[in-house]
Structure formats: C-alpha cells, structure tokens
C-alpha cells in the first residue's frame, strides 16, 4: 500500500502562484509514475500533469501547459506541483495519485493510490 498526503493548497489571487507537495509513504516501490487532478464541484476530475519518477518525463493537459511544472525529490518521495499564472478557473479540489507500470497519465483509471486532497482557490 502506498500513502499519499497532499499540502500546500490555500487561497490566492488570479495571477498568483501556489507550490503543492505530495509525500508518499509505504510501500514508495509500488509506483513508478504520478498524477496530479483536479475536480471542480460539479465537474468531472481532470488529470492536469503527470510524472514517471524513474525517467522524469513529464506531462501536461492543455489548460495548464505553461504555466504548471510538475517535479520531484525521489530522495523525499516528494512530487510538488508548482502553479503559476492561476486563474479563477484553476480553483478545485487538487488530488494526487500513484501507481506502477505504463499508461496515460491524466488518466484517472490508470492510477491505483489517490490522496484526499488539498483545495485551492482562485479569486479574481
């Protein structure tokens, strides 16, 4: 089993930024690539970036490429997601998740372990 613990969330204003951390725990040799979500009430939750935490490579949906970075510490079995540029519209409940093998990373059924969340909000 795999922990996953988000933080960083909070209230901000439409241009600002915000940095989200996610610590795994557990069993970290369970998963070899990560995925950051998010869910609007009323909305489906939507895959916005992703990782493989062994090659590092990386992946954006569309209404964040430029200005969201995703990253990691493998050392601190850490993904961060760094949020520039926020808009009203980026304001969600913020999830991460892990699992092993190979797959399209802003998908949700690809991923086996889900954190509870951390929420962010935009204001214009």
């Known amino acids: 089993q795999v922990q996953l613990v988000e933080s960083g969330g909070g209230s901000v204003q439409a241009g600002g930024s915000l940095r989200l951390s996610c610590a795994a725990s557990g069993a970290t040799n369970s998963y070899n690539f990560m995925g950051w979500f998010r869910q609007a009430p009323g909305r489906e939750r939507e895959g916005v970036a992703g990782?493989?935490?062994?090659?590092?490579?990386?992946y954006y949906s569309d209404s964040v490429k430029g200005r969201f970075t995703i990253s990691q510490d493998n050392a601190k079995n850490t993904v961060y997601l760094q949020m520039n540029s926020l808009k009203p519209e980026d304001t969600a409940m913020y999830y991460c998740?892990?699992?092993?093998?190979?797959?399209?990373?802003?998908?949700?059924?690809?991923?086996?372990?889900w954190g509870q969340g951390t929420q962010v909000t935009v204001s214009s």
């Open positions: 998740a892990a699992d092993r093998g190979v797959g399209n990373l802003l998908r949700r059924d690809a991923y086996k372990y």
């Open positions: 990782i493989y935490t062994t090659s590092g490579g990386t």
